[in-house]
């Protein structure tokens, strides 16, 4: 496809052609009213100049008559205002709602979407595929498929930003945020930080390329930029028995701590009342801060992992919780190899 | 200072009659002043002092932003360049500018009174941004801070190495001056208004500087609170924004937004009166739609205050929060569209003089016609997705503070500068500096908009090659747009000595501040002024004038 416009960027996702669309609509809209205004300024401050014959013949009549309108009184002149409120009211509200709709396709990820999860940090961006494949400063996605990605930081906030997927979503030390796309053209295109992070902030750029299917799982063979023998939620699962999680963490939900069979996702009860979604920033506060929320019926016997555990280690957790699937499975029913495409 | 001191002096003293410039010499009868417009001329003096350095600093920017690759300065250097730009720019200069200066001059003129309601207070204010300033200089010569103007945690208080400490104390202070400048104006307008004076028979210029003080004295505290738990976290490690010590980082984005984008409408709209009253005296029109106008201003401050979510769309908010503030900041674009409505409307059937007051006029309303219009890009939630933190919103809020409160400023200092001075500005040389700065600013701030949609993120110090010829043309329209603040340094700082002298009125305004000498005596009236009409009754005016001839 030719670009538009020199100022449009590539539209290599499924949202960035109605973003586009969108746009051109605001320019529209705004272009006929900054146009309007600066014709209307102009026309009457030439048409109706100090000593211009316009000016001069209204200053003659002007001795007899009043023109209420001219003026600002009377009704014609609030016809005029509420014209001019109601007018941009009307379409504030149109863009507010299309704004709006278009979010909620920008921030719902689609429920088959492959997950790859993404640390930040100064000044790099690091990417781990389900399959166990790691990238630095790189992302290679399949065309096509549905990407959700799930972000965190390991030290200040971060934005990860692809112009051409019309994508931005800002990454947040503490807890875990997500995004995705649906890449529509094969290529690679920019990968920028957004949300200022210090000294090589314009340095924390990357790219992200989009394959065809064939070509994408050739690469993942190939072992992108790290060949790591295991997929995500097996390195999971090996932290989680060296770090003798398992010893309390029974899967019948007999042991010390609860099961985290089908935890993620779901809803738990809190001692004390009041219930948490188990989403990733509440697992990865659980891990670093168990004191924080205590499952009903348990003790706070967890020590803490603050410190001891890297931003890429959590990530392990996760896709090995993932991994562990819904409830009805059972706990050893997730069948770790295949795991990698499940939401 | 010195200037005046010499504009007092230039004329022979048998024939000048006693003002505020001249009723007292020395430095003591200046830094110990309570006179209300000596006291916007300190202002005046120290902002324009800041902006010359906030300037320097944008110079020194777009000649780094010339090629892709980071080959003027370091990137250290660069990042504390912006950072130091739009904190001095934003709280030292934009701020201060309208309010602190022509507000303190005008406002006791325009309502018929001797003073502000608290002399004292004013002079203390001064004294805090003084104060402030010190802090701020330091900061900067001790070594720069890197934080950006928005001192976003954890990077503010765990990870930047600057001087983040003495930058945030420095605003912290000069915000108790700016705090109580708007107590002053409020209580000022309540209770010292001359006999007739009804609100609804206030100069617009004061409805707008009313509404900027409730937006001072509200907003203001909660950055105090803010940087002061900035100050808490950095210093002493106290867990409030940093997740490593327990804290959440995108609640200091919602306690500063909630101050500063009410701050936004601090600074333009004081712009906003000052307009209002310059297309009307140029029109020779009573202006159109006067309680729309007025309304509209309280309108921008009450809703502003509702809106600072709009600047964490992509931070991690909830969805629904998002959506809640996308609504929230369409409403608050209605009453600015009633304002270009209502003055566009104005000059219909006026007659027209192009002074330079009104070619800045007519330079704010189309563009800050364009600088509100691209607001509602980025309030569509789905759309700022693409644009936020991009060159488009740097583009965008220098159409409304530079396009937009700038040209104000410098429109309204042109439109008062015989009253101020006693003394008329070239004319000639006005004008050329007005088209020089309109030509200048959309040659530098236009192409912005494109290097935004592009994807150009901002505060990037090396950027993509395919950048460059957007960046090439922003940095010429700089260059060009500096010729254009240079300009009115030079020929208003002449005009204070060789400038002929005014007239008490000599745009043939209506307003309180006409009636009395240029300058005028210390104690503003001679009489109390006794009001009997609305604002701007520039009809009758016209008639009575046409009957004198």
């Known amino acids: 496809m030719e670009k538009l416009l020199f100022f449009v960027p590539d539209q290599a996702s499924s949202v960035a052609s109605s973003v586009d669309l969108f746009f051109f609509f605001m320019v529209a809209v705004s272009g006929f009213f900054s146009v309007l205004i600066a014709l209307l300024i102009l026309f009457f401050a030439i048409h109706y100049r100090e000593g211009g014959p316009a000016a001069e013949k209204l200053r003659a009549q002007r001795e007899e008559i009043e023109d209420p309108i001219a003026h600002g009184h009377g009704r014609g002149a609030m016809v005029l205002e509420i014209v001019w409120t109601v007018i941009p009211f009307g379409l504030a509200m149109v863009m507010f709602l299309w704004g709006t709709r278009l979010f909620f396709t920008l921030s719902r990820p689609p429920a088959d979407a492959m997950q790859i999860y993404a640390v930040g940090k100064q000044w790099m961006w690091k990417f781990q595929h389900p399959e166990g494949v790691r990238e630095i400063n790189a992302l290679h996605v399949p065309i096509g498929q549905n990407v959700r990605l799930t972000m965190s930081s390991e030290d200040v906030i971060h934005s990860f930003f692809v112009p051409a997927f019309r994508v931005k979503q800002d990454v947040v030390p503490g807890r875990f945020t997500q995004t995705w796309f649906r890449a529509t053209r094969t290529g690679t295109f920019h990968l920028f930080c957004a949300e200022y992070c210090g000294t090589q902030h314009s340095g924390m750029i990357g790219t992200v390329t989009v394959l065809e299917p064939d070509d994408y799982e050739a690469w993942l063979a190939g072992g992108g930029t790290v060949a790591p023998g295991q997929t995500l939620a097996q390195m999971g699962e090996r932290l989680f028995n060296e770090r003798a999680c398992n010893t309390c963490h029974l899967p019948s939900g007999e042991g010390r701590g609860p099961s985290l069979v089908g935890l993620l996702g779901s809803t738990v009860k809190l001692e004390g009342g009041g219930t948490a979604v188990a989403d990733e920033t509440y697992v990865r506060e659980s891990i670093l801060n168990p004191a924080a929320k205590i499952v009903a019926g348990f003790q706070p016997l967890m020590p803490t992992f603050q410190g001891q555990l890297s931003e890429e280690q959590i990530v392990e957790l996760l896709a090995y919780m993932r991994s562990l699937g819904p409830k009805q499975g059972g706990a050893t029913a997730a069948a770790l190899g295949s795991e990698g495409r499940k939401p | ?549």
């Open chain 2, 1 to 549: 200072m010195k200037s005046s001191h010499a504009l007092a002096e230039g004329p022979g003293p048998a024939e000048q009659e006693v003002n505020y410039l001249n009723a007292d010499y020395g430095i003591r009868s200046w830094l110990l002043t309570i006179d209300h417009k000596r006291i916007a001329i300190l202002y005046l003096v120290v902002i324009t002092v800041m902006f010359s350095v906030g300037g320097m600093f944008a110079a020194a920017l777009r000649i780094e932003l010339l090629t892709p690759r980071g080959d003027l300065v370091q990137a250290d250097t660069y990042n504390k360049l912006f950072t130091m730009h739009g904190v001095v720019m934003i709280f030292f200069f934009l701020i201060p500018s309208i309010p602190a200066v022509l507000g303190n001059f005008l406002v006791p003129l325009m309502i018929g009174a001797r003073d502000l309601a608290f002399p004292r207070i004013n002079l203390l204010s001064w004294y805090i941004y003084m104060l402030g300033a010190v802090f701020g200089t330091y900061a900067i010569i001790a070594g720069g801070v890197d934080t950006g103007w928005t001192f976003y945690t954890p990077y503010s208080t765990s990870a930047s190495q600057t001087q983040v400490i003495s930058t945030v104390f420095a605003a912290f202070i000069v915000g108790f001056s700016s705090i109580l400048t708007g107590l002053n104006f409020i209580v000022t307008t309540h209770k010292m208004r001359a006999p007739g004076l009804t609100w609804f028979r206030l100069p617009l210029f004061v409805w707008a500087i009313y509404a900027t003080s409730l937006i001072q004295m509200l907003a203001t505290p909660v950055l105090a609170i803010t940087l002061v738990l900035l100050l808490l976290e950095r210093g002493l490690h106290i867990g409030i924004f940093d997740p490593a010590l327990g804290g959440d980082p995108v609640l200091f984005q919602h306690l500063f937004w909630f101050y500063s984008h009410p701050a936004v409408y601090i600074m333009i709209l004081p712009g906003m009166g000052v307009v209002s009253e310059m297309v009307t005296c140029f029109s020779r029109k009573q202006i159109f739609g006067y309680h729309f106008i007025c309304f509209s201003s309280l309108g921008i401050a009450i809703i502003g205050f509702l809106v600072w979510g709009h600047h964490l769309f992509v931070s991690g908010q909830s969805v629904y929060a998002g959506i809640l503030f996308s609504l929230l900041s369409y409403l608050v674009a209605i009453p600015s569209a009633i304002k270009v409505f209502n003055w566009t409307a104005t000059l219909y059937k006026g007659r027209i003089s192009w002074q330079t007051p009104m070619i800045y006029v007519l330079g704010f309303i189309g563009l800050f016609t364009i600088g509100g219009l691209t607001g509602l890009f980025l309030a569509a939630i789905g759309l700022d997705v693409h644009l936020t933190d991009t060159y488009f919103v740097i583009a965008h809020f220098h159409y409304i503070m530079v396009g937009g409160a700038i040209m104000a400023y410098l429109g309204g200092l042109h439109f008062w500068w015989p009253k101020i001075t006693g003394r008329l500005y070239p004319e000639f040389w006005a004008k050329i500096a007005a088209a020089i700065v309109f030509i200048g600013f959309n040659l530098t701030f236009f192409p912005q908009f494109l290097l935004g949609y592009m994807g150009m993120p901002r505060r990037y110090h090396v950027y993509a090659p395919e950048f460059q010829v957007l960046n090439v043309m922003s940095t010429a329209g700089a260059s060009i747009l500096g010729v254009g603040y240079l300009l009115p340094i030079v020929y208003l700082i002449w005009s204070m000595r060789y400038g002929p002298k005014a007239s008490a009125n000599p745009w043939n305004a209506t307003g309180l501040e006409w009636q009395t000498p240029s300058p005028p005596p210390t104690h503003n009236f001679d009489r109390v002024p006794v009001v009997s009409q609305e604002a701007y009754d520039y009809e009758a005016m016209g008639r009575a004038l046409g009957r004198s001839h």
